[in-house]
């Protein structure tokens, strides 16, 4: 009965059409981007559109090419559509802490840099000698003499009232200290002057012949005239420090008179140059600022170099986007984007007195504004894992303008300093990560897909056909040119397709995890150098393969070892009741992954407890693994317990298992043994049993049949081959089995069978040698099945418990 269930091993060979037309033109710029039409529409899609909120994330697996692909469409898109621009910081004349932007058309911001600085070098020069000559020396004289002249009027006049009064003044303060010094009145006494203390201790006292003697009212009449002196002192020198602002005024003006037609001159010839609402603005307020300050021109370029420099920087531009030398369209790709990184920062420097400070000069653009009117490239995962960046990325494309500011302390975000103006955004952002956390953004952000609207998706596989057989061919043959490796003969070629098959995990399939199939390549060029031949071959090729195999092995090998010793308790011959083995399998790393055997149990006995997951209750189960346990008593009742309550006490266990179990894949493996165990029929422990199952008993395609298949082989081997062994699998899943050679061969001697089923019947009959029987069917027909036994035993146990 099970011979005719077995699958022939010719429905297990891999088709490998290789006589498909193969250029022998295999060049980087033939073979593209291969198996990924989907994504590549999007690519060239999203790269088209310049419209708000077309950026493209781009998900799929590591090793499928998003980012090569990306690079290869972005070839076709690195012409200038638009005209590209540069962007500078100049200084704010009347607002500083608010650095002005200006846009340049490209390569022409250095130019405009360059006027500044010849007009600095030239006023310097204009200024230097205007106020050399004599037409201003004369008036400046001129000026300042009439103001001494008056100054000194003033004051001697006010010394002569002074001397009237009998008072004189005096210098408060320490001439050697830095403290500014002031001035006093004191009274004059016996012509010497002192003060009212000591005119105060003379009172009562004899004075001399012809003096006034020193009365209180004396002392009373000068503190008097005392206060309005002081007060005709205090006016006096306030019209003093009046005359001086009026001279410095008068001054300026003479400045200008003389310099202001010449600046003017000078501006106006610039202004020619650069018309513009933008550069109109910031050109007079940079002439309105000269004229402000034009003893800025008048220091001394030694002695005074630093201030000079200080004061200079107001008249020069920051550029922050330099595309004088960009040739074609922007693509940066971000590998770091931090806040500053990404969007740029406000650097500063410490003073030795412990203050910092900035200046518009000291502004950077970040790789978002660098990138202008091109494409930007992230990783997704980097970009998440920096704290705030994600939300801020979100505000610049909505805005569409990037605000700097200075970077943020461990406190938080700066509470006040230089605000520049913020800076026009259009860079294309293109997002590359993995289809996991596309689909959380997509579930917690709902404005993932308001700005990035287009998805390109790349696909891990693609069909196996005659055309992208020829496109792997070309895509080997390409890479061993570009890195110089062996050539690769017909054998090695179909060797490597036929890895590319299996990484697919289906025999219609090739993976499109092309950074797999180039260290394979790599690894067979070695391999090819140590078996001392000229080219790779298909013996280099497995050798490739096996040393892989051999490298990951070490946790399967411990495996194996534990069952040989009787460790871990595999039986691959007999049978019993209530038990089977199942399948699962287990990964090392993100692309190896290895088949482990592992023997299920159940009980059964009278109660209402019903099914009880002992993974469960020792909390080793998933919640996937949770619901399959309870599919089985839906099946149960389903099939058997219609009309009758469904009572029992069953438990069910993986053995010797000390880790968490996930997945459903052995729900039909754990039901074959809670069937044996009411039923009392014994399972075929030569077998191993993998797929999920319904509450219909319909068996449901799993993963990883190979490895699972593979790994109980193995076993088989390790104990003896009987000729009997075999797999229970879904017949979904004959499409996934990819057999080794070594499998293949016993499979093709007869040594090794596999069974696919499609339902519960199907593996108990193969398991059990007993007809499964149906509840369609009479009791008479039904007499001596799975199904009556089963049934049986069910209503015993609901009488009894």
């Known amino acids: 009965m099970t011979q005719n269930k077995r699958l022939k091993p010719e429905d297990l060979r891999i088709d490998i059409n290789m006589a498909h037309e193969i250029s022998e033109d295999y060049s980087e710029n033939n073979w593209g981007v291969i198996g990924q039409p989907r994504a590549i529409q999007a690519l060239e899609m999203g790269l088209s559109i310049n419209a708000k909120g077309y950026n493209i994330f781009v998900t799929g697996e590591s090793g499928t090419g998003r980012y090569t692909a990306v690079q290869e469409i972005l070839k076709k898109h690195r012409a200038k559509t638009v005209p590209l621009e540069d962007v500078a910081y100049a200084f704010n004349f009347e607002k500083p802490e608010n650095p002005r932007v200006i846009y340049f058309p490209e390569g022409e911001a250095h130019r405009f840099k360059e006027t500044l600085t010849s007009l600095v070098e030239r006023m310097k020069q204009i200024i230097g000698d205007k106020l050399k000559s004599q037409a201003y020396t004369v008036r400046r004289d001129n000026l300042i003499g009439e103001t001494e002249k008056n100054e000194n009027r003033e004051l001697k006049d006010f010394e002569e009232v002074l001397k009237e009064a009998g008072f004189c003044t005096i210098q408060l303060g320490d001439e050697e200290s830095d403290e500014e010094l002031s001035a006093d009145l004191v009274p004059v006494y016996k012509d010497e002057p002192v003060t009212f203390d000591e005119l105060h201790d003379l009172i009562g006292q004899e004075s001399e012949e012809g003096e006034e003697p020193v009365t209180e009212e004396f002392w009373m009449e000068k503190r008097e005239v005392y206060f309005g002196l002081v007060d005709r002192m205090k006016n006096l020198y306030e019209q003093l420090q009046k005359a001086r602002r009026t001279l410095q005024d008068n001054l300026a003006a003479l400045q200008s008179e003389l310099i202001g037609p010449m600046l003017k001159h000078e501006m106006d010839l610039i202004r020619l140059d650069w018309k513009g609402e933008q550069y109109t603005h910031y050109l007079n307020g940079l002439e309105k600022d000269i004229l402000a300050n034009l003893d800025i021109f008048t220091l001394d370029e030694e002695e005074d170099e630093e201030e000079l420099e200080e004061e200079l920087r107001r008249y020069t531009i920051n550029i922050i986007v330099d595309n004088s030398k960009t040739e074609e369209r922007p693509v940066i790709r971000e590998t770091n984007p931090t806040r500053a990184n990404l969007f740029g920062t406000i650097e500063s420097r410490t003073e030795m007195s412990g203050d910092t400070k900035t200046n518009f000069t000291m502004i950077r653009a970040g790789s978002l504004l660098k990138a202008a009117g091109g494409v930007l490239i992230l990783r997704a995962d980097d970009l998440m894992n920096q704290e705030n960046v994600w939300t801020e990325l979100k505000r610049v494309i909505d805005t569409e303008q990037v605000e700097l500011e200075l970077p943020h302390s461990p406190l938080g975000p700066p509470t006040a300093g230089m605000k520049p103006e913020p800076v026009k955004f259009n860079t294309k952002i293109i997002l590359i990560g993995q289809d996991r956390l596309y689909d959380i953004l997509s579930a917690i952000d709902g404005d993932l897909r308001k700005y990035f609207k287009i998805p390109a998706e790349f696909n891990s596989w693609m069909p196996l056909s005659p055309k992208t057989t020829a496109e792997y061919v070309r895509f080997i043959r390409s890479f061993i040119e570009k890195y110089d490796l062996k050539k690769a003969t017909f054998s090695g070629l179909e060797e490597m397709i036929r890895y590319g098959v299996l990484l697919s995990e289906r025999k219609d399939q090739l993976t499109t995890r092309f950074s797999l199939i180039s260290d394979l390549i790599r690894e067979s060029d070695y391999w090819a150098g140590q078996l001392e031949k000229t080219e790779i071959d298909n013996e280099a090729v497995r050798r490739a393969m096996e040393c892989r195999q051999y490298l990951y092995d070490m946790p399967e090998e411990t495996i194996l070892e534990q069952v040989e010793k009787g460790s871990l308790l595999i039986s691959v011959e007999g049978s019993e009741v209530g038990s089977v ?19 299920i149990t159940a009980t059964v006995g009278a109660g209402k407890e019903g099914i009880i997951n002992i993974e469960r209750e020792a909390g080793l189960s998933g919640e996937i693994h949770n619901k399959g346990i309870l599919i089985l008593e839906g099946y149960l009742r389903n099939r058997y317990a219609r009309n009758l309550p469904l009572s029992l006490y069953a438990g069910i266990c ?22 044996s165990a009411i039923a009392g029929v014994p399972l075929r422990q030569d077998l191993a049993v993998t797929g999920s199952v319904n509450q219909f008993g319909v068996i449901q395609p799993v993963g990883g049949v190979t490895e699972k298949v593979e790994g109980f082989f193995r076993i088989c081997c390790m104990k003896g081959l009987t000729g009997e062994q075999g797999v229970i699998l879904p017949r979904q899943n004959i499409e996934n089995l990819l057999p080794s050679r070594e499998l293949m061969q016993a499979l093709e001697k007869g040594v090794f069978h596999i069974y696919p089923v499609s339902s519960i019947d199907e593996g108990m009959e193969i398991l059990t040698g007993v007809e499964a029987g149906s509840p369609d069917k009479s009791r008479r027909e039904n007499r001596g099945t799975l199904y009556e036994m089963i049934r049986e035993e069910l209503i015993h146990l609901n009488k009894i418990s």
């Open 581 to 599: 083995n199942g399948l699962a399998v287990l990964e090392r790393g993100n692309f190896f992954s290895f088949g482990c055997t592992m023997k």
């Open 654 to 675: 993986v053995e010797q298992n000390y880790y968490e179990i996930e997945g459903d894949s052995a729900s039909s493996t754990e039901l074959y043994a809670l069937l």
